[in-house]
């Protein structure tokens, strides 16, 4: 994402919180008010958006002052300081509730990312976030994702020719799939990988014997089908596991052979990490 694309994401958030005015600092704080305040953490984690913070500051009011203790990606442990702002009062609460709604939750992914990449330690299995993401909030999720130890699956629909159940019986079966996918991408001059599900062993025979992919994705797969699957495919092909795994079986398949594994819980099913934003 460029920098235009982000700091207008950034205002269009400015916007939807400030409106008309911040009437609760405009009534009862003076506009030349100056103070400080500091961002504490108050979970133990991964922070993760620390960055973003300084933007939102920046963008609001690029006379403050920041100063700055802690770094995307840190380990984070209850009562730590990550940063302290100063400047205009008014300014500072107004940057308030957004820059705690973005690093409350991007600390929370990082750290839930963390938590699954820990269990593929000493495996060559990636993890993968999915587009799973909150509508407008992507790119923030999928960077937190990546402080947290993760990889990226793919940005959005433009990034990667992906053909899934749906795409595959609309197309007339898996050959038809392939052959129209690979046509496109010549026609079009697109340098995209394409990856297909498989939902059986079978399917997997058949894309094999078919070819013209970059990866094949083994949907809600068993252990055992998993490891048949790797040895079917024997190299020829990125392997990636999916559907429905969880921190408890995630290194089970990870030990099949796999190369990627994804997991949509990583920005859907999180809990945003606690921290609060206190003058001093």
Request: proline share 1%; hydrophobic share 40%; aromatic share 6%.
């Amino acid at each position: 994402m460029n920098n235009e694309f982000l700091d207008a994401l950034i205002k269009n958030a400015i916007a939807e919180d400030i409106g008309d005015g911040d009437h609760s600092s405009l009534s009862c704080i003076p506009e030349t008010s100056t103070g400080k305040a500091q961002l504490l953490i108050k979970q133990d984690g991964i922070l993760a958006g620390i960055e973003i913070a300084k933007k939102v500051f920046n963008i609001i009011d690029d006379s403050l002052s920041f100063e700055q203790f802690l770094f995307d990606g840190n380990e984070i442990h209850t009562g730590d300081r990550a940063f302290i702002v100063e400047g205009k009062v008014h300014s500072i609460l107004q940057a308030e509730r957004l820059v705690l709604n973005i690093m409350q939750r991007m600390s929370g992914i990082a750290t839930v990312t963390k938590t699954y990449a820990n269990k593929l330690v000493g495996t060559k299995a990636k993890i993968l976030d999915t587009r799973k993401t909150t509508p407008g909030l992507r790119y923030l999720e999928k960077l937190a994702v990546k402080i947290g130890g993760g990889e990226n699956h793919r940005m959005g629909l433009y990034d990667m020719i992906m053909l899934k159940d749906n795409h595959i019986d609309f197309a007339g079966g898996i050959a038809p799939a392939i052959t129209k996918a690979n046509e496109y991408r010549r026609a079009h001059k697109k340098d995209l990988k394409i990856e297909i599900e498989a939902r059986n062993l079978a399917e997997v025979k058949a894309i094999i014997n078919f070819g013209d992919v970059d990866r094949i994705m083994l949907d809600n797969f068993n252990y055992n089908d998993t490891r048949e699957a790797v040895k079917l495919i024997g190299g020829r092909f990125e392997i990636e596991s999916s559907g429905g795994i969880t921190l408890e079986t995630i290194r089970e398949y990870a030990l099949c052979g796999v190369d990627f594994i994804s997991v949509g819980a990583l920005t859907h099913q999180i809990k945003s990490l606690d921290m609060s934003l206190k003058a001093i």
